[in-house]
């Protein structure tokens, strides 16, 4: 496997010249940061990365996590990288001043997610949950929850889950049937058995704290009767230290096709005591605060995967010698031509790019108006779009990671099925990020049924006044040009889907999601070819400039079978019945 | 994971109402067989594959194949299946009366392979490799070497193997440089390492026959200095029986994403006793032969997986119930409706039926051209069909068959992930058919830079004549016009490459096979749909027609994303220099 390279010089690029990072820390008050700050601190989160983490990632795969006696091992130096991860101050990056975190803005602490993505995506969920649940707690738990546990997790002494599936259900959340019975001391006995619990049980810390979905004895049925709370693997004594063992356990990890290093635990819940988060029966609005978050970063899962799987089809396309390129000889003196100059080649590469890259503008375009709603919590206009990105980000970014992963693969032949090279690990590790926090079906109903439509449509008109500012920064008046015409039409065709029905707007739900996706990736490739040609940078002007041209031409005319389709309606969605789908 | 049902009642239909078997074997001499002799075959095909290779899949996938002392050994279960398949004549199906072979049509044959893709990839792939063999051997080899290896390789007693590919050559054979040097007795000593060998080695029998390609000591350079040779594992006495070890062994066995239950070899050759097949310096057009067979198999592996993979999520989607769906409440006595009612989830399976469907129509056909070509050689324009469609059938359904697996996955959500199902299988298997026997970027080239162009466009005009035969045949003049349509529009773009510059088609290559591809199979749902309305089977009939619907609202305005890229040309896919891939 070629050893990952942190994409220094493109987050470089992106903050510095394209989103003006300087000008945006002081809009936003964050006057403690500036670019030069940010990419020391890129930079040492890059070697974290390359140095610690990423040498993890092959033998994690082949010897995953074991259960023996009721306990979880992850592989060998996983624990040891994670001591190290806290010790440097990592897991507290993001996590808020008064329990020990470091505020770090998003537009730093989003990079340095890609790359542990990149680097081992099975080492790094475990931390992404932990970020989850301190944001979660942060905003909904009271005083003396957050003061007895939070330190603790924003330092990484601890870390969290999230707990909503069960068995019997996964998209509904209405149907979960985990109880919480009150207690004489104000907890909650919690029993039930929850499914697909990453870093359910681990050997990294001595604690573990577990944000769990259950029903009150007297709740509502559906999902307006889902409380959420936190049930700690040991009960806390006194001094606030763990001591006593509360009645969970894990009950199996699953087999799956990756991230075989990240423990998937089934979690029994025998009367654990738990702690209330929240108000009664508004689980789920809390739990969605962790959700929110963990979409966005799973839409990071996928970046971070095709990254590292660009980088080693590149490396391996430069190396390898393979008959003569059509376009006439390029290496003279060697036996053959490296496979990089035949344009099939060069095309899964550019697609690759084109693809990655994109991405990694849209997730820093969305790192920012994190900024912008973390300083300033009324600014409706960056609430709103992080809320129409949200799922494009987690399902768009995914898709396009299977998607890059196996063109990985598919540049080294028969290589690329081996597995010491590595390229195939790429692809079975994110293929979980379709499925987890909310399949990639449901985001795309999340945004058509509910984003797109919520208040007349006034989240997509904050989205396209958003990526209406990228466009008029663009100088070039022909790329301008045709920047607002795909925007505008990504607009007009948007709000022909207000008036659909209920079916209609379901079976085009994914369509439309990629449709979107593919239009904004494009306004982003113009916006950052443009702004390129005044980096000082040449090879990146040449690249973005050139890059953009591939995308325009290769690439963006998938919005039209995206359109086609999600225009067509439900009717030849929903016609085939029963017996039709498997006659005999 | 849900039991494998052959799709008998699919074969039936479009075997005699849309092929109309019993006039084609009338017409090309066929006269000992007849649909009702075709199905009751394919029905004992179908108990085999189902009762027999299915139940070890699983199983297989976990256990994988070991190497030990030299030797490679299989799954249980695995060995026994295969002699029960040779000992139930299966083996020699396709092989000719002469050597002990039952001359089945193809028509027979391929439903036959497909039920056995669906059923174990792993398991299928070593009798894959032997029938290739035996095609070769027939049309190449002495008559000595025929008397004394064909009759076991038909019968299955012993089996074949091809040997192409070495370390440093792999898509470009002129760089091959196993030796092979002539020998006092008339044989040739061969010398040199082989990678992914499948089935090099393993304890199905006693006898291994590799067929090799090496170079005479007074060979030109490149791809016309390699010659075929066969090397036996074990070298035959007087009578024919194997005897002495040859000097060949298994360096080792490959850890792969997927198809783990077969054994993928290094084969190292020690100065081995082999035997010249065909004439000296034609080894590569004697390899063809086994490769173009081998091609179209490789393409029957993607629509068996697909199959399987579609069963797997119909099967989950009619009884997972989650929410209730948009269009309204369809299960009242269930706490939720099945997944299946979901536009989304219908969406994804009607995608992997429109597919499967649309590719078993076209491996028919395939087929059907394959029996032409058998019993009459001189039939050009079959030989034509079959030269244009073969990297069509090879990449295209094999690109479906990811897509598709992949698509089972995500109906299942986090569940497909999880190993114990067997749909995540399904993926890591199939995804080797887009990368061996000629990568799909391989097949693409072949297509477009050899195929199209050949002969001013010959075999396009027989490929046009082939789908015009069923276009005609449509009775509904609305279909039947948009059918025509579909075609002709496929001609013209086709036509409009013959001019392109080297570069240019190398760069359209992948898009146009594609474009190509979904243009066809819109002419078959046309042609197969229109045809059911004439069965006898109602559920047939309407399946048929609203799957051509979807197909038409739904995916075949892919092709319009695919022709933007190919007429893109080359120049957006070869700008990008150097650094400009990946600037520090």
């Known amino acids: 496997m070629p050893s990952y390279h942190a994409p220094l010089a493109d987050f470089q690029f992106l903050l510095r010249d394209w ?11 964050l006057t403690d940061f500036d670019v ?3 990419n020391e601190i890129i930079a040492q989160g890059a070697k974290f990365a390359t140095d610690v983490v990423a040498p993890l990632n092959r033998d994690g795969d082949e010897a995953g996590c074991q259960l023996q006696d009721g306990k979880v091992t992850t592989p060998k130096g996983f624990a040891a990288a994670y001591q190290e991860y806290v010790a440097n101050g990592w897991n507290a990056m993001l996590g808020p001043d008064e329990f020990g975190g470091q505020a770090l803005p998003y537009t730093i602490a989003v990079p340095i997610h890609e790359m542990l993505n990149s680097a081992n995506l099975s080492w790094r969920l475990t931390t992404m949950l932990t970020e989850s649940t301190v944001l979660a707690m942060c905003k909904h738990a009271s005083d003396d929850l957050q003061q007895k546990y939070l330190h603790k997790l924003v330092s990484g002494e601890w870390t969290g889950t999230m707990n909503l599936t069960e068995p019997h259900a996964g998209t509904d959340l209405a149907l979960l049937n985990t109880k919480a019975e009150p207690q004489q001391d104000g907890s ?18 001595d604690n573990i704290i577990h944000m769990v979905l259950a029903r009150l004895p007297d709740a509502p049925k ?13 009960l806390l004594d006194d001094e606030g230290n763990p001591a006593t063992p509360n009645a969970l356990s894990v ?49 990071l899962q996928g970046l971070g995967a095709a990254e590292a799987s660009y980088q080693g089809a590149l490396a391996y396309a430069r190396e390898r010698l393979q008959s003569r390129a059509p376009q006439g000889v390029q290496q003279p003196g060697q036996k053959a031509d490296a496979i990089l100059f035949q344009p099939d080649v060069a095309r899964m590469l550019l697609t690759q790019k084109s693809l990655t890259e994109g991405c990694r503008a849209l997730s820093l375009l969305y790192a920012k108006y994190m900024d912008k709603e973390r300083t300033n919590p009324a600014d409706q206009q960056a609430a709103d779009v992080l809320q129409f990105l949200t799922p494009i980000c987690k399902a768009f970014m995914t898709d396009m990671g299977l998607e890059v992963t196996s063109l990985g693969i598919q540049v080294f032949g028969g290589h690329g099925y081996i597995r010491e090279w590595g390229m195939e690990q790429l692809m079975r590790d994110v293929r979980i990020a379709m499925l987890y926090e909310g399949t990639n079906g449901i985001q795309a109903l999340d945004l058509i049924g509910r984003k797109l439509t919520r208040d007349g449509g006034k989240m997509l008109q904050s989205t396209y006044a958003a990526f209406t500012d990228l466009v008029t920064q663009i100088e070039d008046a022909e790329h301008q040009s045709r920047a607002q015409a795909l925007l505008d039409d990504w607009r007009a065709s948007s709000a ?26 494009g306004v982003l490739w113009y916006s950052m070819a443009d702004c390129a040609q005044r980096a000082d940078n040449k090879a990146i002007a040449e690249s973005k400039r050139k890059t953009c041209a591939f995308y325009e031409a290769r690439i963006l005319g998938r919005r039209d079978a995206h359109r086609l389709a999600f225009k067509a309606g439900a009717d030849s969605v929903l016609a085939v019945k029963g017996a039709e789908f498997d006659y005999q």
Chains 1, 2 share one sequence.
């Open 19 to 29: 989103l003006k990072l300087d000008k945006h820390y002081q809009e936003v008050g």
């Open 36 to 38: 030069e700050l940010a």
């Open 188 to 205: 909650y006995a919690i029993t039930g058995n929850k499914i697909f619990i990453t870093g359910g049980d681990h050997d990294w810390t």
């Open 222 to 234: 559906g999902v307006k009767g889902i409380s959420l709370f936190l049930v700690p693997k040991l």
């Open 251 to 299: 009950g199996s990890i699953e087999h799956k096709m990756g991230i075989k290093a990240s423990p998937t635990c089934v979690m029994n819940y025998d009367g654990a005591k738990g702690y209330l988060v929240g108000e009664p029966h508004q689980g789920l609005a809390c739990m969605f605060t962790m959700m929110n978050d963990a979409r966005f970063q799973v839409g």
């Open 496 to 521: 022909e889907c207000l008036g659909m029905s209920a079916a209609d707007v379901a079976a085009a739900a994914c369509d439309y999601l990629a449709f979107s996706a593919y239009s904004l990736l």
